[in-house]
């Protein structure tokens, strides 16, 4: 992988990307979730690379894309991902994001919806407006306090416990929150800017279709949030297959990475096929 930087006015992004040799059929392009950084995939990078071509970042304010100034939203993340892929000429991009890597993905198919080949939501939920309480969007706006509140040790366990259920995905995700241990403020500061990007995008209420091939994973034991919730209602509504994985937790990818690799690996065939016809 190689690891590449592109300058804007707000921060630096950091990006890793490998590039297949001889073209490239689709690219696949995974974005983690909120405060998770690149690592968060590696189990995917290491299968796809050389079959396909492969990008993760540090999203803005994650990890090595720090410090970076907070006052962007989901729609500035899409534009610049848009940026990156163009500068580095990644084209037909199938973008596979986690979580709030999901978020993005739905904001770049209502900005670039000619340009998205493929989407692939890993324990994420829609955008639209329709699927959220008040209740649930009024306590969006409101994370960043809850997350100062608790002390650290606290938001180590639950973020760690909570998140995955097997020891490999726990570890990583430990291991991705100690990037802000002793620094508890700027982890509050970015769950809660995150949290509040979030409310603002679902409520502009946009349409936010996928309408390229679509594919939706959720992990059986994923207590994040109510995504088990929001997946069925997606799935139900819209018609894009769901799958369920079993003994996995929020970070299913993490937690089961070769049922999320072969699914991931079966769809890419369904966009090629699609994109023949």
Known sequence: MIEKTYKISKGIIHYWF??????????????????????????????FAGKATVFVWDAP?????????MT????DKARWLDEILTSEKIENPVIVGQSMGG????????LFPEKLRGFVSIDSAPLQRKYLTAAELWLLKRMEPVYRYYPWKMLLHSGTKGIAVTEYGRKLMRDMMMVYDGE?????????????????AIEADLPYEITCPALLLCGEKDHAGSCIRYS?????????????????????????????????????????????R
């Open 61 to 69: 304010g994650h990890a090595a894309s720090y410090p970076f100034e």
């Open 18 to 47: 490998d590039k297949k040799e001889g073209g490239e059929e689709v690219s696949l392009i995974f974005l983690p979730g909120l405060t998770a950084d690149h690592r968060l995939f590696e189990k995917q990078i290491e299968y």
């Open 103 to 110: 978020y993005v993905g739905q904001a770049y198919a209502q």
């Open 72 to 75: 962007f939203d989901l729609m």
């Open 184 to 200: 508890k403020e700027r982890y509050a500061k970015l769950a809660g800017h995150g949290f509040r990007m979030l409310a603002k």
């Open 232 to 276: 069925k209602a997606w799935q139900k509504n819209t018609g894009i297959r769901l799958e369920w994985i079993k003994d996995a937790g929020h970070n299913s990818n993490t937690d089961r990475p070769e049922i999320v690799n072969g699914l991931i690996e079966e769809f890419i065939g369904i966009v090629q096929m699609s994109a023949k």
